[in-house]
C-alpha cells in the first residue's frame, strides 16, 4: 500500500530539547515536502527536497533543518524547539512532472506537537 | 510570498444545497489542485488543473481553473454530510518544488 508515515503522531516536549519527527514514503517519490498547519493560515512549507542530497527552503524554515540522505526519508529535525513552534506538521511525498512538483500525491496522517 | 486566498473561510449549509469555494491570487500558476481533509488525516488531493479555463468534474463536484490561470473554484452540486471537512487550495509555479496554499474553507453540510 503506498503510504507516506510519520512517527511520532503525538509529541510534547519542552523548549529547547532536540527532537526529530521521521518520515518515510514507499513510492519511490523524488519530491518530498514539510508542512506546517495553523488555524486560519493554512498548510505553510517548511522545507522541500526535489531529490537525494537536493534540500531547499520553502516559506517557514526558521528553526528547523532537514535532511535528504536516501530517497525513501526526509526527517524534520528542531534543535531548539520554542512554543511557536507547536503545531502540526505533515510530511508529503509526489512523483516530480518533467523535474516540476505540479501536486502533492501523499500526505502523511500528521504529527502533532506541543512545545511546553 | 504569493498568496492564496480562498472564501469564504467557514460555510455552513444544509443538505442538498449547491455551494461554490473560490481560490484567488493576484499571481499566475501553472497547475493549482484542491484536496480535502478530514479532521486527524492529512489532506487528500482531488483533483490537479493545469490549463487556463479548464474545467473538470468528479461527481458532484466541479472544478473550474480560471483563464489567466489566477484562479480556481469549486462547486459542489446537492450537497451531502459526507462532503463535510476542509477543502483545501493549492498552487504550483512552473519551477522547482514550492506549492502555496490557501488557508481552507471548513464546510458542514447539515442533514
Known amino acids: 500500500e503506498a503510504q507516506v508515515t510519520q512517527n511520532p503522531r503525538y509529541l510534547i516536549t519542552v523548549t529547547g530539547k532536540k527532537l526529530t519527527v521521521t518520515c518515510s514514503q514507499n513510492?519511490?517519490?523524488?519530491?518530498m515536502s514539510w508542512y506546517r498547519q495553523d488555524p486560519g493560515l493554512g498548510l505553510r512549507q517548511i522545507y522541500y527536497s526535489m531529490n537525494v542530497e537536493v534540500t531547499d527552503k520553502g516559506d517557514v524554515p526558521e528553526g528547523y533543518k532537514v535532511s535528504r540522505k536516501e530517497k525513501r526519508n526526509f526527517p524534520l529535525i528542531l534543535e531548539s524547539p520554542s512554543p511557536n513552534q507547536t503545531s502540526l506538521y505533515f510530511c508529503a511525498s509526489s512523483q516530480l512532472d518533467r523535474g516540476v512538483a505540479k501536486n502533492i500525491q501523499y500526505f502523511g496522517a500528521g504529527t502533532r506537537l506541543s512545545v511546553l | 510570498t504569493q498568496l492564496l486566498e480562498q472564501s469564504p473561510q467557514f460555510l455552513s449549509i444544509q443538505e442538498g444545497e449547491n455551494l461554490t469555494v473560490y481560490c484567488n491570487s493576484s499571481?499566475?500558476?501553472?497547475?493549482l489542485q484542491w484536496y480535502r481533509q478530514e479532521p486527524g488525516e492529512g489532506p487528500v488531493l482531488l483533483v490537479t488543473v493545469v490549463t487556463g479555463g479548464e474545467v473538470k468534474k468528479l461527481k458532484r463536484l466541479t472544478f473550474q481553473f480560471g483563464d489567466a490561470r489566477k484562479d480556481s473554484s469549486l462547486h459542489i452540486t446537492a450537497a451531502q454530510p459526507g462532503d463535510t471537512g476542509l477543502y483545501l487550495c493549492a498552487g504550483a509555479k512552473n519551477q522547482g518544488g514550492k506549492l502555496i496554499f490557501g488557508q481552507g474553507t471548513e464546510l458542514s453540510v447539515k442533514p
Open positions: 499571481s499566475v500558476f501553472s497547475s
Open positions: 513510492m519511490n517519490h523524488e519530491y
